[in-house]
């Protein structure tokens, strides 16, 4: 070692980064490595060290080891299972400090023994940092493993509550969502200005139907909502919700000033207009959202249902398919196809979707806003045997809406006629006073 090498690890050795003690023989170890070729590649990195740089900053512009592009983490062992040359230029290290050495294999070595609360954080990032990849390909089961690692090695990490909510509302399962609810709340506890905790927070009280707390989150920190657009539209949303059209709209069109390519904001403000009864306009403005980056599948859907309702059923099916393929596990997107699939005659291909729909709808229709979901299957089971002429199927479909609801008017209809076709007057007057009584009387059209 030269006489400069030498100098430089006495430095290091005597000037710990912390008060910590030192390392037992069974104790664990969190150990961070930098390895350079040269003397000129050592000086730049200690000179980056001595001015205050992170050291996985350093590791990842400097460091040729295999571990450089994480940080240059070694991760958690045993001191025992070190080699013994490495064991030797550890053991005396404090928690915290830094030394350095020469390597026949690896040249220059910078190691640190990194403190344990130091370590849990480093290694929650790398689980934050798989975790997304794993959301970004798809694998959200995997994800959520990797989001729980790092919240027990960081519980603090507000990043890491954040992406766990998310991953849980990415499923596409309704009982998740209380799950979700959770993690936003101890994320933006943690971090009150994190925005995105904020913004599906507020989202979530409003799938919950909980319009008052969604406003609270919103309007808790007003001056951050107004300057983001996000936010902004949410809360344009949450005033569409309440009623008052022309603040929402007011509000929508200002989050797409400050963001034109927001998806988020197109798609609400086609909601408000097709509240005032503009579909023209509410068409445009959905057209937009679904063709901006970050479109979701409930804004594909809305504007598949509307051409549904426009009569334009070549554009609807084709926009309902899609609203499914992108979140297979939604049970209103693959409502609104059947209804779509047996508009365009193709009955059985509708009762497919619905059967898919209640098989991912799991026990939501019992609570909150999804209480009449099931009930819309069943009404929309019994049409699509109708369309097919199974009266059979079909009565038994339209018995079950009338189970849930002894008032619906049109399955009483229903099965008023239905009685009437397979020879059961008594039981078809029965049905006809009921749909009478409930004031029901057919649409023109009959969808």
Wanted: proline letters at 3%.
């Amino acid at each position: 070692m030269s006489r400069r090498l030498a100098h430089v690890t006495l430095f290091w050795l005597v000037s710990p980064l912390c008060l910590a003690g030192t390392i037992q023989d069974d104790s664990p170890v969190d150990l961070q490595i930098i390895t350079v070729s040269t003397q000129s590649q050592l000086n730049e990195v200690l000179a980056e060290l001595k001015s205050g740089a992170r050291f996985d900053e350093v590791a990842r512009r400097n460091s040729n080891h295999p571990t450089a592009a994480g940080g240059g983490y070694l991760g958690r062992m045993s001191i025992g299972d070190l080699s013994s040359d490495l064991r030797r230029r550890v053991e005396g290290l404090t928690l915290g400090s830094t030394a350095l050495f020469v390597d026949p294999g690896l040249g220059y070595v910078v190691i640190r023994n990194l403190e344990r609360r130091a370590a849990n954080q480093a290694y929650a990032q790398q689980a934050l940092r798989r975790g997304s990849r794993n959301l970004n390909q798809g694998r959200s089961q995997e994800a959520i493993k990797q989001f729980k690692t790092a919240i027990t090695l960081d519980p603090r990490s507000a990043g890491a509550h954040l992406m766990l909510g998310y991953a849980y509302r990415l499923l596409g399962s309704y009982r998740m969502i209380g799950e979700a609810k959770g993690e936003f709340r101890q994320a933006l506890s943690l971090d009150p200005g994190n925005t995105s905790a904020r913004f599906h927070l507020a989202r979530v009280y409003l799938d919950l139907g909980r319009i008052r707390k969604a406003r609270e989150t919103l309007e808790e920190r007003l001056e951050i909502t107004q300057k983001t657009p996000e936010l902004l539209s949410l809360l344009g949303e949450v005033n569409r919700q309440s009623g008052d059209l022309r603040l929402s709209i007011r509000q929508h069109e200002s989050a797409a000033m400050l963001d034109p390519d927001l998806a988020q904001a197109h798609y609400y403000l086609g909601l408000a207009h097709l509240d005032k009864g503009d579909t023209e306009e509410a068409l445009s403005r959905l057209e937009r959202a679904i063709a901006a980056n970050g479109a979701t599948s409930d804004m594909v859907r809305k504007a598949g249902s509307v051409y549904l309702q426009e009569g334009a059923l070549q554009k609807a099916v084709e926009l309902l398919r899609k609203a499914v393929e992108i979140s297979p596990a939604v049970p209103e997107g693959r409502l609104e196809l059947a209804r779509a699939l047996r508009v365009t005659g193709k009955p059985d291909s509708a009762l497919a979707e619905l059967d898919a729909a209640l098989s991912h709808a799991g026990g939501f229709s019992a609570s909150g806003k999804y209480l009449g979901f099931e009930l819309d299957v069943y009404l929309e089971r019994g049409r699509a045997f109708d369309a097919k002429s199974s009266p059979e199927e079909a009565i038994r479909s339209y018995l079950r809406v009338v189970e849930l609801d002894p008032g619906h008017g049109e399955a009483h209809h229903r099965l008023a006629r239905l009685f009437a076709l397979t020879g059961d007057p008594a039981k078809s007057r029965k049905h006809a006073s009921r749909a009478s009584n409930a004031g029901y009387s057919e649409p023109a059209g009959g969808r």
